[in-house]
């Protein structure tokens, strides 16, 4: 099996947006008082609803290698307010003794982004430290604007974890990945030496088990003869652009039978914010705005354009088909 762990490919090319659904306003019968609503589950994909509508047959124009449009390559994820600069862009000549009081101030800050948060329990996902993660540019066209596969996973502490499965014992739930299309793509979430996460499977549901300050990544790994593409979001953040996620943007190519490791916030084309689990306050989409969405990821998977995609229903039938399906005699037509 080939692998790509250390060099990634971006897809590239003029994206068509998701189709979306105009949904008129509820109504409350002449009520002064709203009708009550539920709150949302959080997506880890929540730009979606905003994404323009186009067409869901215009797929995505693709381009060459070295002439990518500006709109192909997305602007990187920028750090949180507050977060210290690379050491790189802290050296500046003779004003270094200067700055010193300022850097000890940001690694102050820092730090305490990643303290046991006491207000909202469970883990967020930080913006940690610097990586070095290359990856290089690929023209990509989509089938569709819309994925054929998503997959989702919530992640939490040991306790969190407990309390989603109501008390249960996890040893009934435990998976070994998420998957989709039938298996032909698996998701997981390795901890720093790259072992897999403890992982449970409850309804439907796929729950990760993680550890305050503890480094993952995301591996997805391709199982089919196919090229696809995966855009990536973190709490309801894209990975590569620290935006909000939606099935708009662009994201890994994942190459026929490889696996790919998707390990941080993309700075640049070289250096990722590696991804750690810390407080909810202290995670990258909280410092950002909101923490609506802490505790998800999701991986959104795109065909490409002529490519034949085997589906679960359909693979369920060839798995199903009878090569006698006549085994007792039947009577005839009655005429």
């Known amino acids: 099996m080939r692998t790509l762990r250390n060099w990634s490919i971006l897809a590239v090319g003029v994206l068509a947006a998701a189709c979306a659904t105009n949904k008129p306003e509820p109504r409350n019968g002449g009520d002064d008082e709203p009708a009550p609503t539920t709150p949302a ?15 869901a047959d215009e797929g995505s124009g693709s381009d060459t290698r070295s002439e990518a449009p500006a709109e192909a390559t997305p602007a990187p994820a920028s750090p949180p307010a507050g977060a210290s600069a690379p050491a790189a862009d802290k050296k500046s000549g003779g004003g270094a003794a200067k700055e010193a009081p300022r850097a000890s101030a940001e690694s102050r800050s820092s730090r305490r982004a990643i303290e046991k948060d006491e207000e909202r329990p469970g883990l967020g996902t930080t913006w940690g430290e610097t990586r070095s993660s290359h990856v290089s ?29 109501h008390g249960a014992s996890p040893v009934s739930f435990t998976a070994d990945s998420a998957s989709a299309a039938g298996g032909a793509i698996s998701v997981r979430l390795l901890d720093e ?35 696809f593409e995966a855009v990536v979001a973190v709490d309801g953040l894209d990975v590569v652009d620290g935006q909000p996620g939606s099935f708009s943007k662009r994201g890994y190519l994942i190459a026929p039978f490889a696996t790919v490791e998707i390990d941080g916030f993309r700075q640049n084309m070289d250096q990722v914010a590696a991804f750690r689990f810390g407080s909810v306050r202290g995670a990258y989409a909280s410092r950002k705005g909101s923490d609506r969405n802490v505790g998800v990821i999701g991986v959104a998977f795109f065909a490409e354009r ?8 359909e693979l369920v039938r060839r798995e199903s088909a009878d090569p006698f399906p006549g085994r007792f005699a039947s009577p005839p037509i009655a005429r």
């Open 41 to 55: 589950e959080p997506s880890a994909f929540p730009g979606q609803a905003e994404a323009p509508q186009t067409s």
């Open 137 to 165: 540019n690929a023209p990509f066209e989509r089938a569709s604007s819309n994925p054929f596969a998503v997959t989702t996973i919530r992640y939490n502490d040991q306790n969190g974890i407990a309390a989603m499965l």
């Open 193 to 227: 030496n790259g072992s897999p996460l403890p992982t449970f499977m409850d309804s439907g549901r796929t729950l990760v088990q993680g550890e305050h300050g503890g480094r993952y990544v995301i591996e997805v790994a391709n199982h089919s003869s196919n090229r």
């Open 306 to 313: 002529g490519a034949q995609v085997w589906n679960e229903r």
